[in-house]
């Protein structure tokens, strides 16, 4: 046997046709091998940047604080959306006060005449004007929790046999029980869980929300009690399917956005090739920076949840080699308008949008792209008079042989395009669409399709002249 080790050109030829996360473990395992590693392109199927966490094709690696002292032994999530009112914490202060009720001058939420929801993820219209009433307010709330605990555990069930989809459905609808003032569970309530399965899922919730509710309560109270927790920043590999397994531990300093940078930095940074990712999904609500010298050939973008901050982060690390992406998928919310980049969005080949409560018709008249989809509800913007306006504007511009806008209709597609045809004398009646000369070698087509789906839609095409 050849008990050489590999050349310099030998290794990179092995990683070569290694896939990205197993090229992170053996560079993370040795790290001798950084310079080979980084001189062969990476090529990634899917990456998705999320809340504190980045997807890998399909494995996740996520960076988590952790208390981990608490007196059960058990380590408690503190970063992230909250297991119980989903608001996001980044970071806690030393005694584990969380940074949005630090930003709320150390109020609690919930409580104060808005349309917001408490530490425990319940909306109460009661005004409470102090911390001392909105905890006295949690306390209660968690008393009624344990004897909900006691309740399911000398609940009996009648035995009654249901198929999976039904258990799903009765535990989902158990755990969605809101009542308000918050009380116990009623007799008709406790017959939603119709067999003894049931009742241990429901014993197994309600335990660990029992569990969360003492520990925000502990969190929240340490700086009145001069308690300081000890915190750990956990990075834990999630492959699809699997439990998170624990990989590192280092100790938290109030800054979980710094151990994000440092997984980048490990992942992406020093690479003398630009990195090639068929699809791209940015979902960070925190101002995370990326590599400065990351430089990434994206063939897919997806900003359908958070555009503005995303594109601000992505913008300088994206080669010039992308465009035109294949596609860009963006949903546009009432405080993005002002700040659309139109340049940027009109440089890929497909375009899927949607909107948020916002007027459609200034943006859509905007949009620079040849091929649009609309996945969403649009009839308000089809049966408006900006659909008109685009219409005769598409004409007026002779916009070229090849534009597509597809636009998704709950109902109504037959009133749309008699109106089209009423409201344009040049239009003619075809099999399900409308027609519109443009000129000698081009027509304007609007037709109403269903997808394989069954969903409606209507598309505006510009079609050259059979």
């Not at 504190?52 to 399909?58: F, K, M, R, S, W």
């Not at 018709?361 to 306006?389: A, D, M, T």
């Not at 070698?441 to 789906?453: G, M």
């Amino acid at each position: 046997m050849n008990n050489k080790p590999l050349t310099y050109d030998s290794l990179k030829t092995v990683i070569q046709y290694l896939d990205p996360n197993t090229r992170f473990l053996l560079y993370s395992r040795a790290p001798s091998i950084r310079t080979a590693e980084r001189a062969v392109p990476l090529i990634i199927e899917r990456l998705w940047i999320q809340v504190h966490q980045i997807l890998v094709n399909n494995i996740s690696y996520e960076c988590g604080v952790y208390q981990v002292d608490c007196k059960d032994g058990i380590p408690y999530l503190v970063s992230g959306s909250g297991c119980l009112n989903l608001k996001l914490t980044c970071n806690v202060d030393e005694f584990g006060t969380r940074d949005y009720i630090s930003a709320a001058g150390g109020m609690l939420p919930g409580n104060d005449g808005s349309f917001n929801w408490n530490l425990f993820g319940m909306f109460d219209r009661e005004i409470i004007p102090t911390n001392e009433g909105r905890l006295q307010k949690l306390e209660e709330i968690l008393e009624i929790e344990r004897q909900r605990f006691d309740q399911l555990i000398n609940y009996r069930p009648k035995e009654i046999p249901m198929n999976k989809k039904d258990e799903v459905t009765n535990m989902f609808t158990f755990k969605f029980i809101r009542t308000n003032p918050h009380r116990i569970y009623n007799e008709e309530e406790l017959g939603i869980l119709k067999n003894e399965k049931l009742v241990k899922k429901a014993v197994k919730y309600i335990q660990d929300r029992i569990r969360q509710m003492e520990n925000e309560l502990i969190l929240f109270q340490n700086k009145s009690k001069n308690v300081r927790p000890k915190f750990e920043i956990y990075l834990t590999i999630n492959h699809e399917n699997d439990l998170p397994h624990l990989t590192e531990r280092v100790n938290y300093t109030g800054d979980l956005h710094k151990a994000e940078e440092s997984l980048r930095d490990f992942m992406f940074s020093k690479r003398r090739h630009v990195v090639r990712v068929n699809s791209f999904k940015m979902d960070q609500p925190c101002q995370v920076r990326m590599p400065t010298d990351l430089k990434m050939r994206v063939k897919n973008l997806n900003f359908m949840t958070r555009m503005s901050p995303g594109l601000e982060i992505l913008k300088p690390i994206i080669d010039e080699s992308s465009f035109p992406l294949e596609t860009l998928q963006i949903h546009i919310k009432p405080e993005n308008v002002e700040k659309l980049d139109y340049e940027f969005i009109g440089n890929s080949k497909l375009l899927v949008c949607t909107f948020s409560m916002i007027e459609e018709f200034p943006i859509i008249q905007n949009l620079r792209n040849q091929i649009v989809h609309f996945p969403w509800c649009s009839k308000r913007f089809l049966e408006s008079e900006g659909f008109y306006v685009m219409i005769r504007s598409w004409i007026e511009s002779k916009k070229p042989v090849g534009t597509c806008f597809t636009f998704f209709l709950s109902d109504s597609a037959i009133q749309i395009l008699d109106s089209v045809k009423d409201r344009f004398e040049d239009a003619s009646v075809g099999n399900e669409c409308v027609n519109i000369p443009m000129s000698a070698s081009a027509v304007l087509k609007i037709r109403y399709f269903r997808n394989a789906s069954s969903h409606l839609f209507i598309r505006m095409a510009v079609v050259p002249v059979n």
